[in-house]
């Protein structure tokens, strides 16, 4: 069986910036999918595999919106 090599390092993933805007991600938001998926890779939630992280980074960026939609909703209510 093969060893997997550690990850460290963004260098080291199997996603880079050109993957994260390929999936529609844009500006600080490419930065903060990686980081994300470095730490995922580091503490052993997911392998680094670029079908794997492209799927952690898509299930955040969705999180991230539901969690946009609702803050404006909330403050929309508040302002009626």
Do not use: P, W
Not at 15 to 41: F, H, P, R, T, W
């Amino acid at each position: 069986m093969l060893q997997e090599e550690k990850c460290f390092s963004l260098k080291d993933l199997a996603v880079n910036g050109n993957d994260m805007m390929a999936i529609g991600l844009k500006g600080k938001s490419i930065g903060n999918a990686l980081q994300a998926c470095l730490d995922a890779v580091m503490d052993e939630r997911v392998a680094n595999d670029h079908t794997a992280l492209l799927t952690l980074a898509q299930e955040q960026m969705i999180a991230d919106t539901d969690q946009i939609l609702s803050d404006f909703a909330n403050d929309y209510k508040r302002m009626s």
